[in-house]
């Protein structure tokens, strides 16, 4: 067992890479229901994690070898650690603002994100110098927090033309970006009306990212920007689309194209006790809702176009990620987007969105959203079953991160109960 000081000191010696493996605990967690992934449930068995992966996973009872740490899984229910594809995780943009973030709220803010069972997260075009701070600061065990994958950002409407974009984009890969993301088509995002030097930029952003081998993921809200930046080549979408119905016919597009829809339905649909008490329906930002909701004729219709829209796209063959696209208390966050969710889709369902779609959707389907032999140990323990309900993939009762135990609320009084409001 290492202290942290040697911990600190292997992570300066060796690097980050070796810093997880440094950390990453042996243990077995016995005696529990283990979701492997969709439709695999184990009613009850063991799970082994060595070197910060998962070495086997046993139906039935289990002998723990001698000086292994186990944790009694006491029939509650593992499932691999929640993706969210797309979340703003700093608040403001330079230096001043970043610094003041890892300063007051970065601790915080990453605690609450892994206290929620989000293990991995892709930032949505965070200040691009600031999200690879916070990426280091958690890989060199700083700042306790979810595995970052930090996209960049490049505003494609706003710069001059093709090769000013691509430009653009090779700086922010060369800085170390492992996605770009955030970026709207068309900017004014309705009626549908992009202009024709914006579109080329974005297909130059598109092309030149796929050139370096990585996504540029683009927002698209409404059938024509979907299927128009599906035609460009983006093979991620951020957004269900919110300003009209997409239909099967261009739902089947979209998959022949072999592109994935980030969920994001919580964006149409109010939230209740995260920013007051007052029983009153808030946007994600606290403004009123519905007239809050940006880029909206105000009166709700985003809360039915976008879950309807996800289920056409999901029966037509699209792949849908999990994404809450908020800034807000990250277990409040993904309360509010699973309640959204579960509008369409079933457990079963969401057990894949949140897991092996989302691994997918970060180009990591070999590491992450499942628990099969072999890949990372990102685990929770939940207290409940969440084939009982929505709620009870909320609020777990450890949460263990590339092997290491990194959220442990065992014999607290409210650990594991199944939270569905949540506030300040
Ligand atoms: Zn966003």
């Known amino acids: 067992m290492k202290t942290p000081m040697t911990c600190l000191a292997a992570a300066v010696t060796l690097g980050a890479l070796v810093v997880g493996q440094a950390h990453a605990q042996n243990l077995i967690i016995t005696d529990a229901r283990i979701i492997v992934g969709p439709g695999q449930v184990i009613e009850r068995g ?10 086997a996973v046993t139906p039935g009872p289990s002998k723990p070898a001698k000086g292994m740490t186990v944790v009694k899984g006491d029939g509650m229910t593992l499932i691999a650690g929640y993706i969210d594809t797309h979340r703003h995780l700093i608040q403001g943009r330079g230096p001043e603002a970043v ?12 605690r609450e994100l892994l206290e929620s069972g989000v293990t991995t997260v892709q930032s949505g075009g965070d200040d691009n110098a600031g999200i690879l701070d916070l990426k280091r600061k958690i890989e060199s065990g700083q700042i306790k927090g979810p595995r970052i994958v930090a996209s960049g950002q490049v505003p494609t409407f706003r710069l001059k033309d093709e090769a000013a974009v691509r430009e653009a984009v090779r700086k922010v890969v060369a800085d170390g970006a492992d996605s770009i993301a955030e970026v709207h088509y068309p900017e004014m995002v309705w009626p549908f009306n992009p202009t024709v030097q914006e579109t080329k930029n974005l297909t130059a952003g598109i092309t030149e990212a796929a050139k370096l081998g990585v996504d540029f993921q683009v927002h698209a809200v409404s059938d024509q ?18 300003i009209n119905f997409v239909s099967a016919g261009q739902a089947k597009e979209v998959a022949a194209a072999g592109a994935m829809v980030a969920s994001i339905t919580g964006f149409g649909s109010p939230n209740f006790d995260v920013f007051s008490k007052d029983n009153k ?3 994600r930002d606290g403004k009123p809702w519905p007239e809050g909701i940006v880029d909206s004729q105000g009166v709700g219709q985003e809360a039915g176009y976008m879950p309807v829209n996800l289920r056409t796209l999901h029966d037509n063959g699209v792949s849908i990620a999990y994404a809450t696209d908020t800034t807000f208390f990250a277990p409040a966050a993904l309360a509010h987007e699973l309640k959204t969710l579960s509008l369409v889709f079933s457990v079963p369902d969401l057990v894949e969105i949140l897991g092996p779609n989302s691994a997918k959707f970060l180009n990591k389907g070999n590491d992450l959203g499942s628990l099969d032999v072999g890949k990372l140990a990102d685990i929770l323990v939940l207290g409940g079953n969440p084939y009982d309900g929505f709620w009870y993939f909320l609020n777990p009762v450890v949460v263990i991160k590339g092997g290491q135990i990194v959220v442990d609320k065992r014999g607290q009084p409210d650990a594991g109960k199944p939270i569905v409001r949540y506030g300040y």
Do not use: Q, W
Request: charged content about 25%; cysteine-free; aromatic content about 4%.
């Open 46 to 55: 063991s799970l082994e994690v060595k070197d910060g992966r998962i070495a």
């Open 99 to 110: 610094a003041d973030f890892m300063a007051k709220n970065a601790a915080d803010r990453m």
């Open 225 to 242: 920007s979907l299927t128009g930046a599906v035609h460009m080549g983006a093979k991620k979408l951020i957004h269900s689309v919110n």
């Open 281 to 283: 329906p808030k946007f």
